[in-house]
């Protein structure tokens, strides 16, 4: 394994025996080989939804992921559509000794899947606002998009991530940062409850009052602590916001990468920014306007300020942005919070995937120099996108009683996406990476929070919480039936 961690990332190598201090008890090959005598015919009588093996139907459609890298072969697929369908599926697992996944969207499906039982939740999409408390009850497999389109019905909105198809309760098990992260924090800040089934087959709620020290580690630690079925999150009040991107054409990234290098220095704590180099495919469905070009996506992120004129407000403060360098294409000005996935357009449609996350301490223009070295526009780089996110501010802040958040302390996150092309991804996004990465070295954080480092790796959190998080996953799950990836 290289120095960064990358080649495990990429062959799905499990790097994860001694996560939070346990190891794996289950037979998980000796199942594998048995996977055709598993009879499920008492768990089709016990649950509403569909329980389907390899050799049944609509097996393949059901546990089809978003990152579309492996077709996942587990042993059985029950695609549950309510708590009492989990704690049955849970149940089951328990008494065949077999691991347990689970999956919404697959939008984090970085390892084959080739026994146990995996959890399909997307039946389970309810997403029901209260306009009264301000909160969204969010079922196990609602995207963000659902959640979004609900709370602005009543000028209300969650703390999502940047993508609308991406599953509410697998990024706010992560912690969870989106477009307006310096503005209001990390996803999983908003959390007052969740519904969770345990390693036994029971379904517990988790809040403050009840279970609380499995509400910290649910709130950031990510997985090996239980199924969740539902989450209760406070929504914030904001019709709209003053946002979008200004992108810049090849010749302009550098200058508009440094200017956005030092703005972020002096960035208000309500205004969230993030520079992507975008190598857009020459492809039909890729936009005309941006189809087969190099360029730089500066993303921008205004709340606003009560009392102040939002349109006003935000052109002055991104007037520096706008400054850098001539801007191509400019999208900014007031939009619906409803619709902050037009921030950063990410892919919505199922595609294949590599990903490289981690964090830094800070940058300046020594970083943005080594940068542009191994991606500037001038170069063959293997990646589509090279994005990096300013965060700090509301960020930095934890909640009361603390949560499992990692790399809370760190203000910038870097993701690298490879080109869509398998055979890239073995070794030359390794190996280009791991070059970039070690010349990025002096700002790496030690820590990677959860959801851009992919997978529970150690260095999701520090070690003082790792071992915190080991011990409760313990207490939930004594057999270590839930896979921790
Ligand atoms: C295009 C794209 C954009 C992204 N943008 C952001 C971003 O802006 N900010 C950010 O923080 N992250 C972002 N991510 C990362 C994303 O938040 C994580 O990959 C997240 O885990 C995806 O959740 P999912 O349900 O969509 O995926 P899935 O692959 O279905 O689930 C991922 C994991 O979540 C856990 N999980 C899901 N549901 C449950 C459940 N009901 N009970 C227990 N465990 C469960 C499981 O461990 C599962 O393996 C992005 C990823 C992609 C591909």
Redesign the pocket.
């Known amino acids: 394994m290289s120095r960064h961690g990358i080649s495990s990332r990429i062959v799905g190598h499990r790097e994860l025996s001694g996560v939070g201090g346990r190891r794996y008890s289950l037979r998980m090959t000796e199942t594998t080989s048995h996977g055709n005598e598993l009879d499920v015919t008492a768990l089709r009588s016990r649950v509403a939804g569909p329980v389907l093996t390899p050799r049944d139907d609509g097996f393949a459609d059901e546990v089809a992921?978003?990152?579309r890298n492996f077709d996942h072969t587990p042993l059985v697929a029950v695609g549950v559509t309510s708590a009492a369908d989990v704690v049955a599926t849970v149940k089951f697992a328990r008494e065949h000794s077999l691991p347990v996944?689970?999956?919404?969207?697959?939008?984090?499906?970085h390892f084959a899947i080739t026994d146990g039982v995996l959890i399909v939740?997307k039946r389970m999409n309810d997403v029901a606002v209260d306009a009264t408390t301000r909160t969204a009850t969010i079922a196990?497999g609602a995207?963000w998009g659902a959640v979004a389109a609900a709370a602005a019905e009543v000028g209300l909105a969650p703390i999502t991530?940047?993508?609308a198809t991406?599953?509410a309760?697998?990024?706010l098990?992560?912690?969870?940062?989106?477009p307006l992260a310096r503005s209001f924090g990390f996803g999983s800040d908003y959390v007052e409850s969740l519904q969770v089934v345990t390693g036994g087959g029971e379904l517990v709620t988790v809040s403050s009052d009840q279970n609380p020290e499995l509400f910290w580690a649910l709130r950031g630690g990510?997985?090996g602590l239980?199924?969740?079925?539902e989450i209760r999150v406070r929504l914030v009040e904001l019709e709209s916001l003053y946002g979008g991107s200004l992108f810049f054409d090849a010749d302009a990234i550098e200058p508009a990468l440094r200017a956005w290098v030092d703005y972020t220095k002096t960035a208000q704590p309500n205004v969230t920014t993030s520079v992507a180099i975008l190598r857009m495919p020459d492809l039909p469905f890729i936009p005309e306007p941006v189809r087969g070009r190099t360029l730089l996506s500066l993303r921008f992120a205004y709340t606003g300020d009560s009392g102040l004129d939002l349109a006003a407000e935000g052109d002055l403060l991104a007037a520096p942005l706008r400054a850098a360098a001539p801007v191509y294409l400019d999208s900014l000005g007031v939009m619906p919070a409803g619709e902050v996935a037009r921030i950063h357009g990410?892919?919505t449609d199922p595609t294949v995937?590599w990903?490289l996350g981690r964090m830094f301490t800070s940058i300046d223009q020594e970083f943005a120099s080594a940068l542009l070295r191994h991606v500037g526009a001038q170069l063959q780089a293997p990646y589509v996108a090279v994005e990096v996110r300013h965060l700090g501010a509301a960020t930095e802040v934890d909640v009361a009683g603390g949560s499992a958040v990692g790399g809370r302390e760190a203000p910038y996150t870097l993701n690298l996406v490879g080109a869509p092309n398998p055979a890239l991804f073995a070794e030359v996004l390794p190996q280009y990476s791991a070059a970039l990465l070690d010349d990025l070295t002096p700002w790496l954080a030690e820590v990677t929070?959860v959801?851009?480092l992919?997978y529970p790796g150690t260095n999701a959190w520090s070690a003082e919480t790792n071992e915190r998080l080991g011990k409760v996953r313990e207490g939930v799950d004594p057999e270590g039936m839930f896979v921790l990836?």
């Open positions: 992921p978003w990152i996944r689970v999956q919404a969207t697959g939008h984090a499906s939740t196990a995207p991530g940047s993508s991406v599953g309760i697998g990024f098990l992560g912690g969870g940062v989106g990510k997985a239980g199924v969740v079925t990410d892919p995937g990903t929070t959801n851009f992919g990836e």
